[in-house]
């Protein structure tokens, strides 16, 4: 069975995220539309493992009614790599998204400092 990456760790999707949750943070809804490209491409990365594991699931159940266990059970592999790789990626995404908000954070802090200097 050939297999595919299943989900790439994108930088660009992950600082695409994080802009868009600093403009909605600062109450800039507009701004946060213009980057959501990025968070989509994550939702659909997301989406895409997630039917590949069911893809995967499916082969497997057919594989073992053929009575081919071997070939079943490489299926099942696929499908728990599958998913695997997708919460890997979501974990990535929290992540990230959690050291956005401590720097948020930081810079609410000295906010001030930067307007009186």
């Known amino acids: 069975m050939e297999f595919l990456t299943p ?3 994108d930088k660009e999707t992950t600082s695409g995220a994080q802009l868009a949750a600093f403009a909605l943070e600062q109450g800039r809804r507009a701004e946060a539309e213009q980057v959501t490209p990025a968070t989509a491409r994550a939702s659909h990365q ?3 493992a ?3 594991a069911t893809a995967y699931a499916m082969l ?3 594989l073992r009614l053929e009575g081919k266990p071997a070939e079943a059970q490489i299926a099942d592999r696929a ?3 599958f998913l695997r790789m997708k919460d890997i990626y979501v974990r990535q ?3 990230g998204m959690k050291r956005l908000h401590r720097q948020i954070a930081a810079l609410r802090r000295v906010a001030h400092l930067l307007v009186e200097g």
Request: aromatic share 0%; charged share 10%; proline share 0%.
């Open 7 to 9: 989900l790439s760790t």
């Open 50 to 52: 997630e039917n590949a």
């Open 46 to 48: 997301i989406g895409a």
């Open 93 to 95: 995404q929290e992540v």
């Open 79 to 81: 499908a728990a790599l």
């Open 60 to 62: 497997a159940q057919v």
